[in-house]
């Protein structure tokens, strides 16, 4: 009886482990994988049986300090944690930043259990808070721009006016150029402007991909014109609750962006891609409830990439990577899916840059959803005409072109 309960017991301590989203791995003495749960296999791109064959260092890029910790919790006997270990390899891919927990096995002492939390979802939460502050700096910095700044422009540039009136030809050259000075200042608190209006935001159930699909035509009948599209579209994605227009300008924003990007490049292409991705979570101020951010809408393209001491700033006010840039509009994009409830991040995927928004779903299309789970049905959005799509939570894997 009691041998049943200790097996009992033991296959519900491995299907609690397999529970956690966090790889977990019982390394021995020997520094063989002895045990790994189910999120290992995601995480060491591999699967449990030959995780368990192999050796911990066969995962690690040499000199892993995950192996220093390992030694340590063998002398000392006691749990270690360690914070942001760059575990990066061609074996496990680029950027994957780490804590490690680390602590001795109860029953065997030279045995080590490792816990890997991977620095993605709260870091980046934590970034779109710094760049919502960052957006606040600008707000008053805005408000007082448009008062002590715009009205003595409109002086100087009517006083130019008035001297080109009886200038020479040569001269006439000079107020020109107050004049166009004063107007690309005036251009650029406008810009700032923005950023201080916190009227209330009108928001509606909006088709996210009709927006895609009005800033891919606009993009193609213009700016980007050289440039050839690709969409990639679930069609069974939820609307948005948002406001059109400022979503509009985000994503032209970020598809401009990207156009100048693959100025350079040889077979310039610009991917556009959305879908349902369940987990993340983000506790709103004020509200009483964490709120879902499942959409994800991605703009790839397939140049340079954003230079990486660049990235960790690329939404702060007056950053950018443009010669004649004034690091304003990214700041904007981030202010506005702030204001959504969203959150933005930049990262380079080996191709070149890749922005991924995240944002609720409308409210009534999550009482929809419920509904629908009892009685077979849902509302969701119609892809555009011509977009490719995917079956409803598939992982999107680019193939198709719309020039």
């Known amino acids: 009886m009691a041998a049943k309960q200790t097996e009992r017991a033991s296959g519900m301590g491995t299907a609690v482990l397999d529970s956690l ?3 977990v791995l019982l390394v021995d003495s020997a520094n063989k994988v002895r045990y790994a ?3 290992s296999e995601e995480f060491l791109r591999s699967s449990v049986a030959f995780i368990c064959r192999k050796e911990i260092e066969y995962f690690l890029p040499f000199g892993s300090p995950v192996l220093s910790l390992i030694d340590q919790v063998r002398v000392e006997q006691s749990g270690i944690s360690e914070y942001r270990i760059d575990v990066s390899s061609p074996r496990l891919g680029k950027e994957k930043v780490v804590d490690v927990f680390a602590a001795p096995h109860a029953e065997q002492a030279d045995w080590v259990v490792l816990q890997f939390l991977p620095k993605t979802a709260a870091e980046k939460l934590d970034r779109q808070l710094t760049h919502r502050n960052a957006a606040r700096s600008v707000t008053g910095l805005a408000a007082m721009l448009a008062h002590e700044i715009k009205n003595p422009l409109s002086g100087i540039r009517g006083a130019a006016q008035l001297l ?5 030809a040569e001269d006439r050259a000079l107020t020109q150029l107050i004049k166009d000075e004063t107007d690309r200042i005036v251009h650029l ?15 509606d159930p909006v088709n996210i991909h009709s ?3 009005q800033v891919r035509l606009s993009a193609q009948s213009g700016f980007g014109a050289r440039v050839a599209f690709r969409e990639l579209y679930d069609p069974s994605l939820p609307l948005v609750t948002g406001n059109r227009d400022q979503l509009v300008q985000v994503f032209l924003n970020l598809v401009k962006n990207a156009v100048e990007s693959v100025d350079e490049t040889d077979a310039p292409e610009i991917t556009l891609t959305t879908g349902y991705r369940p987990g993340i979570h983000l506790s709103i101020p004020g509200a009483g409830e964490r709120v879902a951010l499942p959409i994800e809408i991605c703009v790839r393209d397939n140049g340079p990439g954003v230079p990486d001491d660049l990235r960790g700033q690329i939404f702060d006010p007056f950053i950018t990577t443009k010669t004649n840039g004034t690091g304003l509009g990214l700041a904007l994009v981030a202010k506005i899916i702030g204001n959504h409830g969203g959150v933005v991040e930049c990262e380079n995927d080996g191709e070149g840059a890749c922005f991924r928004i995240l944002l609720p779903v409308h409210r009534a299309e999550i009482d929809s959803m419920a509904d629908g789970a009892t009685q077979g049905g849902a509302m969701r959005q119609a892809p555009v005409s011509g977009a490719q799509t995917q079956p409803a939570g598939a992982n999107l894997a680019i193939s198709g072109e719309i020039s």
């Not at 608190?189 to 928001?203: G, I, Q, T």
């Open 21 to 23: 989203p966090h790889p």
């Open 37 to 39: 749960n189910m999120a």
């Open 164 to 168: 080109e009136m009886s200038a020479s």
């Open 189 to 203: 608190v406008d810009r700032m402007e923005v950023f201080s209006d916190e009227r209330p935001l009108e928001k």
């Open 211 to 213: 927006v895609l699909e």
